[in-house]
């Protein structure tokens, strides 16, 4: 059973526009929330993590918000560029040292 | 930051022969590592945790015995596909907790073909 659905599987934005990714995980032990970026024949890379005590975290023009009460989580990414198209999951993970459940990915396409 | 060096990039090898992947961190020690598997458009599939010193733990369907994974030092894991099949062709990824900057660390991946 998938413990993080991730949506929506691809996404089409405009240069400049809001690029949304959204999460939902049903582990209440999960503790440890990153997003990751992944190129093309290219490893993931972290984006940016997220920990349930705080609601939001932002990081240049990535944010994350973070709603624990509805096991839910989220990525936008502001005035999105050509150059943030590339695939973008989402993770889970509990207690230190636990894998990372990830979720199904979303394809995003920034058009110039 | 953190930096997990995986070689080789791509490979092809025959089938029946036997591949070594190997995955190491740079400047931080990995007591844990995590192997991959990703299949084209899909989402990573976790093979394997191997924790220094002792033996990797597989997932359930993944044959402890075809993929083997070695853990022998603080900065070095191994995965050796043996026996390759083509259905083995897959892109594998590695990545290490570093447990001083509470994240995970992954490597660039390896592109398995076997032909």
């Known amino acids: 059973q998938q413990q993080v659905k991730q949506s929506p599987q691809s996404l089409i934005v405009q240069k400049g526009g809001i690029s949304i990714i959204n999460c939902a995980y049903e582990?209440?032990?999960?503790?440890?929330f990153p997003w990751y970026q992944q190129f093309p024949g290219k490893g993931p890379a972290l984006l940016i993590a997220?920990?349930?005590?705080?609601s939001e975290k932002k990081e240049g023009r990535f944010t994350i918000s973070f709603n624990k009460s509805a096991k839910q989580f989220s990525l936008h990414i502001m005035d999105s560029q050509p150059g943030d198209s590339a695939t973008y999951f989402c993770?889970?993970?509990?207690?230190?040292?636990?894998?990372?459940?990830f979720g199904g990915g979303t394809r995003l396409m920034v058009k110039p | 930051g953190a930096v997990v060096s995986q070689h080789p990039s791509r490979v092809i090898c025959k089938s029946g022969t036997s591949v070594k992947i190997e995955c190491r961190s740079l400047?931080?020690?990995?007591?844990?590592m995590f192997w991959y598997r990703q299949f084209p458009k899909q989402s990573l599939m976790l093979m394997a945790t191997?924790?220094?010193?002792?033996?990797?733990?597989?997932e359930q369907g993944v044959e402890k015995d075809k993929f083997l994974i070695n853990h022998a030092s603080l900065t070095l894991s191994t995965l050796t596909v043996t026996s390759a099949h083509p259905e083995d062709s897959s892109f594998y990824i590695c990545?290490?907790?570093?447990?001083?900057?509470?994240?995970?660390?992954f490597g660039s991946g390896t592109r398995l073909t076997v032909v």
């Open positions: 582990n209440t032990a999960f503790d440890y």
């Open positions: 400047d931080f020690q990995a007591t844990t």
């Open positions: 990545s290490a907790l570093d447990r001083t900057q509470d994240g995970y660390t």
């Open positions: 997220i920990r349930p005590d705080v």
């Open positions: 191997s924790n220094e010193g002792s033996k990797a733990t597989y």
């Open positions: 993770a889970a993970s509990g207690n230190a040292g636990n894998m990372l459940t």
